[in-house]
């Protein structure tokens, strides 16, 4: 029987979280001023550097379904899923190179806002809309079923009680200081996240036996990430073709995770820290997947006894880590999971806020705005525990359960957002008649998928195709429609359009802007080496 946190664990971990909270409330002190502004609260003042925005775009996106998914899936089927984390690497450049630019340059604060901008308040209003519904009924929920997974294997305390302590701290700072204490929140975190992961992974190794020990102690498919078109889950096809254009949302368009980039000091930091959580996303592999492929051979030797895949990383740090180190590595873990729901909490009350209540309000005061992102994030971590009772019906392998959920999801607001910046005739009834046939669509397939109903033919196939293979076809079909609807209806006026496309946005660089690009082009060019290295050696 392996231990549970003992008394030095846990002060180290309420010693971690003293300094979190430390953390919050210096950030909300000592801006006070610049928390009275929207801006302030919702974009940290729009003064972060690159560092701090990079490591906070890794620690949003380091949620539950890193710490318990990926290490579930590397343990039940090997090293195919980490290809998401590579994809993310190179997604990560199209942000920072491509939209960006357009982001910062437009002074927007929410996707939806864009989409308003760029064609219509029906594209804004459908995207708040989906993004709120998507955030509660994935990010949130989600996070806090393994928030209690986490808490109930290695702190013994109950799920119920790991989750309501994880959703009232993280609300409690993220309430306190706005985006900026989520910021620097994150990259405290980011740091002890890498190192915890990191040493679970070395001590795992050394007690199989080394590195070779570890290759030859299960089969040769797990280390394999390309896998025939055929494969169940990780078709290359559905890799190549299919996972960009989940990405792309993810990364790109999603406000969970481009408001990290928004606060930004300007195009250029912003552009430099997407180069810097590019590689970043490229450690998930060895952090978190490959602990779980180690879980399972720890398992098979009969170190470990691992029954459920979901639980093969919190096994490892109770089983491995000696007392002190255990709850310091205990702390970060929760603190990624934290930070990923503050993350949540912040941006879906950015866009309660801006995107619901502004346009329903337009000449709301400053202070009211920020006002009501706090209550919207109070209510948020009510909806979130209101949900808990639900979480025990999320079963499966959680990493490939959302991937294929956004699935669903992404492919509309992929294509009218890329079609959106390269092509100016895109339109505003093109863009709406795109987003409602992907969302019909994806419903559909949802609906269909999670009722279990036997079907025929044609109906038998559009729900047991591979949901990658999905995702490409229904982001094919969105964009036909989106292209075809804006050839057969007006343009948008040509103001309308200024700054908002490639086309309309076309001007010189001065020497300083074009001294930086080079150095970033070289940084970007190292990133999609190092990419290509890791998929040579995992072939």
């Not at 760029?118 to 594209?123: I, L």
């Not at 950015?350 to 619901?356: E, R």
């Not at 964009?479 to 050839?487: A, D, E, H, R, Y």
Request: proline share 4%; glycine share 10%; net charge positive.
């Amino acid at each position: 029987m392996t231990e549970q946190l003992g008394t030095l664990d846990w002060l180290v971990v309420a010693a971690y979280f003293g300094l979190i909270l430390g953390v919050a409330w210096w950030s909300a002190a000592g801006k006070k001023s610049t928390h009275e502004s929207s801006t302030g609260y919702f974009l940290a003042g729009r003064n972060v550097g690159w560092f701090v925005v990079g490591a906070a775009l890794f620690a949003s996106n380091i949620g539950s379904e890193h710490l318990v998914g990926l290490a579930g899936t590397g343990f039940g089927s090997g090293v195919a899923v980490a290809q998401f984390e590579l994809l993310a690497s190179l997604i990560l450049l199209l942000l920072g190179w491509v939209f960006v630019p357009f982001y910062i340059s437009s002074g927007v604060f929410t996707m939806p806002e864009f989409l308003e901008r760029r064609y219509s308040s029906g594209a804004r209003w459908y995207l708040a809309v989906v993004s709120i519904i998507g955030y509660v009924l994935t990010k949130i929920s989600v996070t806090l079923y393994a928030g209690g997974i986490v808490f109930e294997v290695l702190v013994g305390g109950g799920f119920w009680t790991g989750a309501i302590l994880i959703v009232l701290l993280t609300g409690a700072y993220t309430v306190l200081g706005g985006l900026r204490a989520v910021l620097y929140t994150e990259a405290i975190q980011t740091v002890l996240l890498i190192l915890g992961a990191l040493l679970v992974t070395i001590l795992g190794i050394v007690k199989l036996g080394g590195i070779s020990a570890l290759r030859t102690s299960v089969d040769p498919s797990f280390w394999e990430m390309w896998h025939p078109s055929s494969h169940p889950s990780f078709p290359w096809t559905g890799i190549l073709f299919g996972a960009p254009i989940l990405g792309v949302w993810y990364w790109c368009t999603d406000q969970f995770i481009v408001q990290r980039v928004l606060s930004a000091h300007g195009i250029e930091q912003a552009r430099r820290g997407t180069i810097f959580a590019g590689f970043l996303k490229i450690l998930p592999l060895f952090l978190f997947v490959v602990p779980g492929v180690i879980a399972l051979a720890l398992t098979q030797k009969g170190v470990l006894n691992i029954t459920n895949p979901d639980h093969a990383l919190p096994e490892m740090i109770r089983s491995l880590l000696p007392a002190g180190i255990r709850g310091l590595v205990v702390a970060g873990f929760l603190a990624a999971l934290m930070s990923s729901l503050a993350a949540v909490f912040n941006s879906c009350s950015t866009l309660i806020t801006l995107d619901v209540y502004r346009p329903l309000r337009p000449n709301a005061s400053e202070k009211s705005l920020v006002l009501v992102g706090k209550v919207s994030t109070l209510f948020l971590v009510v909806l979130g525990l209101a949900w808990i009772p639900f979480m025990k019906f999320i079963s499966g392998q959680i990493y490939v359960y959302l991937q294929s959920v956004q699935a669903y999801i992404a492919p509309p607001i992929a294509a009218v957002f890329l079609i959106g910046l390269c092509w100016r005739r895109a339109n505003a009834k093109g863009a709406m008649a795109s987003l409602l046939t992907g969302f019909v669509l994806g419903t559909l397939r949802l609906v269909l998928e999670l009722r279990g109903v036997a079907l025929n033919g044609i109906m038998d196939s559009f729900v047991s195709i591979n949901f990658l293979h999905f995702a490409l076809l229904l982001f094919v079909i969105c964009s036909l429609v989106l292209v075809v609807v804006s050839l057969m209806t007006q343009p948008l006026p040509a103001a309308q359009l200024e700054g908002l496309t490639f086309a309309t946005t076309l001007g010189s660089r001065s020497a300083s802007e074009e001294h930086s690009r080079k150095r970033d082009l070289l940084w970007t060019g190292l990133l999609i080496a190092a990419v290509i290295v890791v998929w040579v050696l995992f072939r």
